[in-house]
């Protein structure tokens, strides 16, 4: 089982750059997340989808777009990067609802220069 | 919205010591918490968690955390900690209004001397 993956796992970006980080669940999860990590200030969540076609806004979503593609997919896009972006991107998936544990991915690490 | 916080950030403790971490949340309404743990390297991991019924819950590894809604806190204890129990701890609450947007306190990182 390969649980949830997340591509890259590391990148180094210019600022005004874009990229998009990809997320993949085979646990037939009806939520996902965006986290990002910074030092000190624990998991900040970008944006979460309930649901396979409804996004919301987390704690920090400027600046940042996602997409649920499917039930499977959920993906975060970075627009112009900047190097407060500088982060490690962690995309969560659980089986919906807020009672169910959290399976997270092995994190993206993301430089912005 | 809900928040959470934790007030300790670093907490340096030697083998068999006792643990208390605090978390407390912001929210008026029902909610559900979890504690998660980030060992070196790896990603978060559920450790417990409490949606209704009895307070006092328990988790993996010897981990309890006890709900006490009147002081709005939720705080992760372990009566003998070990050298394998460094790592970064993390409080979260979902409320059940929203019951899908979860929001992570800013972490404690727990330091054992062996």
């Known amino acids: 089982n390969a649980g949830v993956t997340q591509t890259p796992k590391f990148q180094v970006l210019k600022t005004g750059q874009s990229m998009t980080l990809q997320c993949a669940q085979d646990?037939?999860?009806?939520?996902m997340y965006w986290y990002r990590q910074d030092p000190g200030m624990g998991l900040r969540l970008i944006y979460y989808s309930a649901s396979e076609g409804t996004t919301d806004k987390g704690e920090v979503p400027n600046g940042y777009n996602v997409s649920r593609l499917n039930k499977r997919e959920f993906s975060l896009r970075l627009e112009s990067a900047a190097p407060s972006q500088t982060s490690v991107y962690f995309c969560?998936?659980?089986?919906?609802?807020?009672?169910?544990?959290?399976?997270f991915g092995e994190g993206s690490r993301l430089t912005v220069l | 919205a809900q928040s959470v916080s934790q007030h300790n950030h670093h907490v340096i403790l030697s083998e068999a010591a006792s643990l208390e971490l605090g978390c407390n949340y912001s929210?008026?309404?029902?909610?559900?918490l979890f504690w998660y743990v980030q060992y070196p390297g790896q990603h978060l991991q559920l450790l417990l968690k409490?949606?209704?019924?009895?307070?006092l819950v328990k988790g993996i590894k010897g981990f309890e955390a006890e709900f006490i809604k009147s002081k709005f806190s939720f705080n992760l204890r372990k009566p003998s900690v070990q050298w394998s129990d460094t790592a970064e701890y993390f409080c979260?609450?979902?409320?059940?209004?929203?019951?899908?947007?979860?929001?992570f306190g800013s972490g404690t990182r727990l330091s054992i001397r062996p």
């Open positions: 646990m037939n999860h009806n939520s």
């Open positions: 409490y949606f209704s019924g009895d307070p």
């Open positions: 929210y008026g309404g029902t909610v559900n």
């Open positions: 979260a609450v979902t409320a059940q209004s929203s019951a899908s947007k979860i929001i």
């Open positions: 969560a998936s659980s089986e919906g609802g807020g009672t169910g544990e959290l399976f």
